[in-house]
Structure formats: structure tokens, C-alpha cells
């Protein structure tokens, strides 16, 4: 697919190197030659130094016979000026990242008035995963498919976990709940395990099943946490507004801090159910005289990645039960290995949203469109919902009959708006939901999950 990326900050680099590894065929336009330059250097793409909100350098990028334009740069207002130059270049689709919750808020009117196929409010999506980690406070990251029937949860086995030295046959035996363990991650390694796997302590693990039986899988396991009521920010951004917006109707006590004095003082009038304070969030006496060791979670959401990550150390040594820190750069499994357990990145949860997208652009044929994509375990696996398509010609065959790809499991399918875990006597369907666990190359279509030839 011909698709052009405009701007080549962390969103759009981070949708660079997604795309590329996706074999599209990929223009890159920035004001910027340092960036261009370096995307250029390390990807397969084709680079322009320039105004990607000007037409001629949209048709310098090939506006006319593109697929599909990303905007991305840092102005809202470019980025929908872009999206409109392109389309009436000839470009087919558009998608621009629009932050501003002014803008956000008129999404249908940019898609239906203005001809934005998509908006990405990167920070909206970020607060919004974060208010779903904070509902369920057990797990490290929680992603949902299927309209929220299905789940998959990463949690951490700890030594009093009874699945330490378990295989993973042993499990449904010893452990009454409907999931099952679809990804290990170990030393840096990630592992799709079968039956003869055994778990060790310290692992973290991939569970997928419905939201009941994830919870009675975790209180069966000593890794069910108590509902979360107090809550401290710290960092008063664009997330941390959406948070304490998302949270604050929920009953929990929300504490947010931030060193912008006029910040404060604008969302102590715009939030007037949360307590906001002014200070410097990394100041152990102030975080110690707002009271942390009687916090339920804590939410590092500073613009600097490293105080993101001392304030969750912090928080970890002062027993807060839940905590969270955003970054930017993608080092998941190093921070991981030194204590920081629940991660996220904005332009890793607004990039899942825009694969998705560009996946079912490219599926639009086959009919077999993905309808929900995520990154798991910092980009090494990719779990994917497929509809399966009325033309597919392998209803009645079992899965002990496929030839199926290695380093892939098909997690469970919703049929009828039932979960089933599927055995080798059971076959997928026309119409099935289908969770595609995968660790090797990306699947762009259902039938990917055989092997080639």
C-alpha cells in the first residue's frame, strides 16, 4: 500500500517503523532534514524535506496515487489542512492526529463535513487505557476484543504464585477458571508455550479469557488487588487531564500534582471533583506530605520519561499497590526487569489503533478484516481479532488438520456470542470472532496463519 506519513516526531516515526516492517510502500515528509534523513538511513522509504500542509510538496509525495495519508505533525490545524489538500489531490483515505480537546470533540464533523476518514488523539487513548488498567488494578496491562467479551491480561508470577513450576497442562486441572496462557515473556525472550511448557517465577505471562473468569484465574492465584480508591497523578498534561476527567465520576479520591502553577490553577476550575496541588511530583517530602503510602495506585504522566520512572520506583518502595508510569521511548522489557511493571506509551496505543486501520484497508477485499490489533510485550507480539469471512473454505476442518504457522496460537473464537477455547476437534467458522496470537511475521489476512506454500 502507497502510503505517505506527514511529520516525524515520535508518533510519526513510531507509525514509520510499524508500516515499514509491514512491507507498505512508505513516503516520509517533515520540516525537519535531520529526521528525514535519519528515517531515510535506517527504513525502506522514500523521504521529502518540506510543508506537508502545501500542495505542491503533497504532490511532490505523490498525493495523487497515495492510499492512504497520516498527518501527524504537532499542529492540529495542520494536520487537517494536510488531510484536506490530499484529498482533493486523489489521495483515498485520510487520518489526522488531532490533540486538541477542542478539535477531538468534533470528530464526526471532520469525518463527514471535512472527509477525515480517522482522528487520533494519542493522549486520549493513553488516559483511556490507563482508567481501564485502574478498574483493574491485578493485572500490568489489560487489552479487550470482541467488544469487551474477551480479555488479554499480563500479570507477573510472583514466588507465591502456585503457577511457579506449573506446565501448562497442570493448570485447568489445578485452577477451576476458563483462560488460557497465550505469550511467556522470559529474560528478554517471548515464548507462545504449549501443553509441556513449564512456568517459572517471575515470568510474565499473557492470560485470555472473559473479564469473570480473568478474576477468578487471578483470586486463585494470589494476584487479585483490591478495588483502587485513592489515586495520586503526577503531571497535569493533556493525560493527566483525561484521566482525572475519566476517573473523576467513578467515587475515588484523586490527587494530582503538577509544577505549572497556572496549570494548576486551570484545572482546579475545570475539575472540581479532584485535589490538585502544586509542587514538584518528584519531591519525596511533598509526595510523603500528600500522603503516598495511603495511595491505591500512583500515575507518573511527566513529559520526562527518567522522573517517570524514579517516581515509580518510589512509589513501588513505599508498597503503592498500582503503579504506573507512561514513557516514550520503547525500552518495555528493560524497565520491566527493574521494577517498573505497568508501562504505557502513547505512541505505542495510538499506533494499534492506526495498524488496525491500515490492516483493514488492506483486507478490505478478502472481507476477513481485523477489528481490533495490539503490540504486546513491546512490539514482539501481535494479537490480533479477525471476522472471519463468509468465503472461508475451512469450516468443517479441525485444527489438528491445519497446517498452521509456528510461533502462533489461535487464543479462543466467539461464536454466537459464546468463548470457546478451541481444542484440535474444533474448526473455525464463517462468522466466528477469531484472537490470533503471533510471534512472527504479521498476519494482514486470516488465511496468514497457514503456513506458505
Not at 92 to 98: G, L, Q, S
Amino acid at each position: 500500500m502507497y502510503i505517505i506519513i506527514v511529520g516525524q516526531g515520535k508518533f510519526g516515526s513510531t507509525l514509520t517503523e510499524r508500516l515499514c516492517n509491514d512491507s507498505h510502500d512508505i513516503v516520509v515528509v517533515d520540516t525537519k532534514a535531520d529526521r528525514v534523513t535519519a528515517m531515510v538511513e535506517q527504513y525502506d522509504v522514500m523521504g521529502i524535506c518540506g510543508n506537508g500542509s502545501t500542495v505542491d510538496i503533497l504532490k511532490e509525495a505523490g498525493a495523487d496515487k497515495a492510499k492512504l495519508l497520516i498527518a501527524t505533525t504537532a499542529s492540529d490545524e495542520l494536520n487537517i489542512l494536510c488531510c484536506m489538500f490530499a484529498k482533493e489531490l486523489g489521495t483515498e483515505n485520510t487520518i489526522a492526529r488531532v490533540r486538541n480537546p477542542v478539535y477531538a470533540a468534533q470528530g464526526q464533523f471532520l469525518r463527514e463535513k471535512i472527509g477525515i476518514n480517522m482522528t487520533v488523539n494519542p493522549e486520549y487513548e493513553t488516559a483511556n487505557e490507563i482508567s481501564r488498567i485502574i478498574r483493574f488494578p491485578s493485572v500490568a496491562n489489560l487489552d479487550s476484543f470482541a467488544r469487551g467479551k474477551v480479555e488479554i491480561a499480563r500479570i507477573i508470577l510472583h514466588a507465591d504464585n502456585p503457577l511457579c513450576n506449573m506446565k501448562i497442562a497442570d493448570i485447568r486441572r489445578k485452577i477451576r477458571a476458563k483462560v488460557i496462557i497465550c505469550a511467556v515473556q522470559r529474560n528478554g525472550e517471548v515464548i507462545i508455550p504449549d501443553g509441556n511448557f513449564e512456568l517459572r517465577c517471575e515470568d510474565s505471562i499473557n492470560i485470555t479469557g472473559s473479564r469473570s473468569e480473568i478474576s477468578s484465574f487471578l483470586k486463585q492465584t494470589n494476584v487479585y488487588k483490591h478495588r483502587i480508591k485513592n489515586v495520586m497523578i503526577i503531571g497535569g498534561g493533556r493525560i493527566g487531564f483525561y484521566l482525572s476527567e475519566l476517573l473523576s465520576d467513578t467515587g475515588r479520591n484523586i490527587t494530582l500534582i503538577d509544577s505549572d502553577i497556572k496549570k494548576c490553577n486551570a484545572l482546579s476550575d475545570e475539575l472540581t471533583d479532584i485535589n490538585v496541588i502544586h509542587g514538584d511530583g518528584t519531591d519525596q517530602y511533598l509526595l510523603e506530605e500528600q500522603g503516598i503510602e495511603n495511595q491505591d495506585a500512583l500515575v507518573a504522566l511527566t513529559g520526562i520519561d527518567e522522573e517517570n520512572i524514579i517516581v515509580s520506583l518510589y512509589a513501588e518502595s513505599r508498597k503503592v499497590e498500582k503503579v504506573i508510569a507512561k514513557i516514550d521511548r520503547h525500552s518495555y522489557s528493560i524497565l520491566s526487569e527493574i521494577g517498573v511493571e505497568t508501562l504505557v506509551s502513547p505512541q505505542i496505543v495510538a499506533g494499534d489503533l492506526v495498524t488496525r486501520y491500515v490492516r483493514a484497508l488492506e483486507n478490505s477485499a478478502d472481507s476477513s478484516q481485523i477489528q481490533t490489533l495490539y503490540k504486546l510485550v513491546g512490539g514482539k507480539i501481535e494479537a490480533a481479532e479477525f471476522v472471519v469471512p463468509d468465503s472461508w473454505n475451512y469450516n468443517d476442518v479441525a485444527f489438528r488438520d491445519l497446517d498452521l504457522r509456528p510461533n502462533l496460537l489461535v487464543g479462543c473464537i466467539i461464536r454466537n456470542g459464546k468463548i470457546l477455547f478451541p481444542g484440535g476437534d474444533d474448526c473455525i467458522r464463517s462468522g466466528d470472532n477469531v484472537i490470533v496470537i503471533n510471534a512472527g511475521k504479521s498476519l494482514k489476512k486470516l488465511t496468514d496463519i497457514f503456513k506458505a506454500g
